[in-house]
């Protein structure tokens, strides 16, 4: 129980993340064989081994795939563990479905941070050029207190983007998936975004340190 309530962290803190990080759809166990269980309706599917243990959780988001995963070093040697460790493939066609790197997903919120500070800086001179200009076609313009309230309400907007945006950069520095060194009787719990948006059923195979785990889910309907 307790390596399931430090999976379930995940799903509650992602409560910071946007929408299309969210997992709307859950994916079932495709075999009976497999363990699973359930915590507040979500499957936790737990494969055991000598050495280690592993839980994931697979689902679907309105932004692609997202799996949350827990790897437990259950040995006395210590050893890396990375997101090429784990490959997850589509049942019927074997193709392989690539998840995002972590330097790909901290580059591309990077670039969001960037691009609303641009935006909040930019914005309230446009609309002084705008009123400006409205003012020498003879069109109804504001007044310079109502432009400076709009503006400062425009502002106040912007940041409140970026805030949520450095957040949610925070939240994956944290949270998404990267090279860990798992010591003796010590864990890591992280999650991956997968590209695809959709797919029936997937088959999971995570190797730790020489055991491999294997998992079979699918869609529910």
Do not use: C
């Not at 494969?47 to 040995?75: K, P, W």
């Amino acid at each position: 129980m307790k390596k399931l309530l430090l999976l379930t962290l995940i799903i509650i803190s992602s409560q910071i993340l946007k929408a299309q990080y969210q997992i709307l759809k859950y994916y079932e166990p495709a075999d009976t064989t497999i363990n699973v269980k359930y915590q507040n309706g979500i499957p936790y599917l737990i494969s055991t081994q000598n050495n280690s243990t592993v839980i994931v959780s697979f689902g679907e988001m309105l932004a692609g795939l997202r799996m949350d995963i827990s790897v437990y070093n259950e040995s006395n040697s210590t050893f890396n563990f990375t997101p090429e460790s784990i490959v997850v493939t589509n049942y019927k066609t074997d193709a392989i479905i690539e998840h995002m790197t972590g330097d790909k997903v901290m580059k591309k919120l990077k670039r969001a941070v960037q691009w609303s500070a641009v935006s909040s800086a930019a914005q309230p001179l446009s609309n002084t050029m705008e009123n400006t200009r409205n003012s020498y076609l003879g069109k109804n313009t504001k007044s310079a207190q109502e432009q400076r309230i709009d503006n400062q309400v425009i502002q106040q907007n912007h940041m409140a983007n970026v805030n949520r945006t450095m957040n949610q950069v925070d939240y994956f520095r944290e949270y998404y998936l990267f090279k860990e060194t798992l010591e003796p009787e010590k864990s890591i719990t992280g999650f991956l975004i997968f590209k695809k948006k959709k797919v029936n059923e997937v088959d999971i195979q995570v190797e730790v340190n020489g055991e491999v785990h294997n998992f079979s889910l699918t869609r529910k309907k």
